[in-house]
């Protein structure tokens, strides 16, 4: 080789070497791309032509909530790597943090596509989607309920929950508020609303006599408001508008099986019923009496010596107590 060819065969080592070590791996990771995922369950199918029969609650209250997509119950993620082959994702709701770590990835032998399976914890329920780069598509499934499946998408890099509008709100709705549930067509309710707004940014809950509607969180945008929360038992969803009285009115929806109207009026001095007057024995009864027959055909009473319990024999064995 010639010193000009062997120069030119330098310069070109170098530069192949300066450029290589300029390449930066985007995603060294071997599952979900890491940061913030902004997700949604579609609780509505999407129709191509009108259909009157199913016109959903927002069409019926003359409410158009432009805001938002109309039936999306949106909810917020990360996900987070412990090192390059291993992470878990942190489902979102206000202050809740629900730590996920039982995924699975692999490839769909159905659709020759990545495929991932959250199964959620302390739910009997998994999220299971096709993931390309920054996308996921799939459904989510609760298995004890027929046939309960939800359409789900997911974006990675979204930290936003309803919107990134920025509307200044028509006023703000922190404090308590009282709340009826079933407004038309149904045997109504009584809640208390709870909730805490800070500029466009709003967290809350619902206390109803018997229990709450978990974490709470959304945005009022004008003179609308919206509210959400997933954890894999609950997938709620409510919106409401600021009446020209300062009054609520709006529709709640739970997964794709229940949904009702709404309103609340600011009242710091409302309380639901005591929880515990919910169950009470009937006039006329002492206690609670019941009989059964045992497989051997021997009806047993709630009554019977034989059930009583050996107060002596239990203090010497507090273990069965």
């Known amino acids: 080789m010639n010193r000009h060819a062997l120069s030119l065969f330098v310069l070109a080592l170098v530069f192949i070497t300066g450029w290589t070590s300029c390449l930066v791996v985007e995603n060294p990771f071997t599952g979900l791309p890491p940061g913030p995922w902004r997700a949604v369950l579609e609780l509505e199918p999407r129709a191509l032509a009108a259909n009157p029969e199913g016109k959903p609650l927002p069409q019926l209250m003359n409410l158009e ?3 938002v997509t109309q039936g ?5 993620f990360e996900v987070k790597y412990k090192d390059e082959q291993s992470f878990f994702l942190e489902i979102i709701n206000g202050e809740e943090r629900i730590k996920v770590e039982n ?3 692999g490839r769909d032998r159905s659709t020759a596509k990545d495929t991932v399976v959250i199964n959620l914890p302390a739910n009997d329920s998994y999220i299971r989607a096709i993931f390309e780069e920054d996308v996921m598509e799939g459904e989510w499934v609760v298995n004890d309920r027929e046939n309960y499946r939800i359409p789900f998408k997911a974006y990675q890099g979204q930290a936003h929950r309803f919107t990134t509008l920025r509307k200044t709100p028509a006023m703000d709705v922190s404090g308590r508020w009282e709340a009826t549930f079933g407004v038309e067509g149904e045997k ?20 109803t006599e018997a229990g709450d509607y978990r974490f709470l969180e959304g945005t009022v945008q004008a003179d609308k408001l919206y509210l959400s929360c997933f954890d894999g038992a609950h997938a709620f969803l409510f919106e409401a508008k600021i009446q020209p009285d300062s009054t609520l009115f709006g529709s709640f929806r739970s997964g794709k099986h229940y949904k009702t109207l709404w309103t609340a009026k600011r009242n710091p001095g409302f309380e639901l019923p005591d929880s515990n007057g919910l169950s009470y024995i009937k006039e006329g009864y002492e206690g609670i009496r019941f009989s059964f027959e045992n497989p051997k055909g021997k ?3 709630l009554s019977d010596e034989s059930l009583r319990p050996d ?9 069965k107590l």
């Open 65 to 67: 909530f432009e805001e």
């Open 72 to 76: 999306e119950l949106p909810f917020n």
């Open 103 to 105: 995924i699975t990835i």
């Open 188 to 207: 109504p309710f009584k809640g208390v609303g709870e909730f805490k707004q800070d500029g466009n940014y709003l967290t809350g809950t619902f206390l």
């Open 299 to 301: 009806t047993i009473s």
């Open 311 to 319: 107060i002596n024999q239990l203090l010497q064995e507090p273990e």
